[in-house]
Structure formats: C-alpha cells, structure tokens
C-alpha cells in the first residue's frame, strides 16, 4: 500500500477543509489509517485514527469535537474533515497505515504517504 495525502491549503480561522488520502494497493481494505500534523518547530503528533472496517475512531484531546475521521473502502481513500479550524491547527498532515490499529494510534504505522500543509489564518 501506497498513501498519497491531498486537500490542504489557506482557509481562516473558523472554516473547514476535507483532506483525503488515497491508498493503491488491493488490501486497503485491511489496514487501520490515522492522521498525524507537525507544526513548524514541533514534533509530529496524533490527530485521528480509524479501524480497517471503521467501527473504531480515536480522536487526539485537541481536535474532537472538530474533526472526523472516516473511510471509504470501495474509493481506497481515508477522510479527514476539519470543522471549526483554529490557527493551532496549522500544520503539516500526514496519514499513517498499518495492519495493527495500535501501531497507527502510537505514531509507529509502518506505511506512510507526503504531507499535505493546512495553514489557518486568523
């Protein structure tokens, strides 16, 4: 499997933006997908992530609420809409695959795709 991140950009402080992240590869469909975000200066953190069949969501303290995470098998893309945005989410996104759920949660997915920046102006 192979993840190629997309969607981000300018948006202000308040709006909204969908990144998607498109897998290739036949067993998309086994895998758990998360997203992470590093800020300039800052060390890559957690936002989502999201069990292969998507019955299981865990969502980072400083975006719940705000942001989901889901999946859409059948397209090999994982989704991640942001609400609400704040310009603490500026950042650079990442998603993460992994056949283990856990390994994706704990920032050590084996497989991941190029960033995608989200820049939120005030």
């Known amino acids: 499997v192979q993840l190629q991140a997309s969607g981000g950009g300018l948006v202000q402080a308040g709006g909204s933006l969908r990144l998607s992240c498109a897998a290739s590869?036949?067993?998309?469909?086994?895998?758990?997908l998360g997203w992470f975000r590093q800020a300039p200066g800052k060390e890559r953190e957690f936002v989502a992530a999201i069990s292969w069949n998507g019955d299981v969501t865990y969502y980072a303290d400083s975006v719940k609420g705000r942001f989901t995470i889901s999946r859409e098998n059948a397209k090999n893309t994982v989704y991640l809409q942001m609400n609400s945005l704040k310009t603490e989410d500026t950042a650079v996104y990442y998603c993460?695959?992994?056949?283990?759920?856990?390994?994706?949660?704990?920032?050590?997915?084996?497989?991941w795709g190029q960033g995608t920046e989200v820049t939120v102006s005030s």
């Open positions: 590869g036949r067993t998309f469909k086994n895998y758990a």
């Open positions: 993460a695959a992994d056949l283990l759920y856990p390994m994706v949660v704990r920032g050590k997915g084996q497989i």
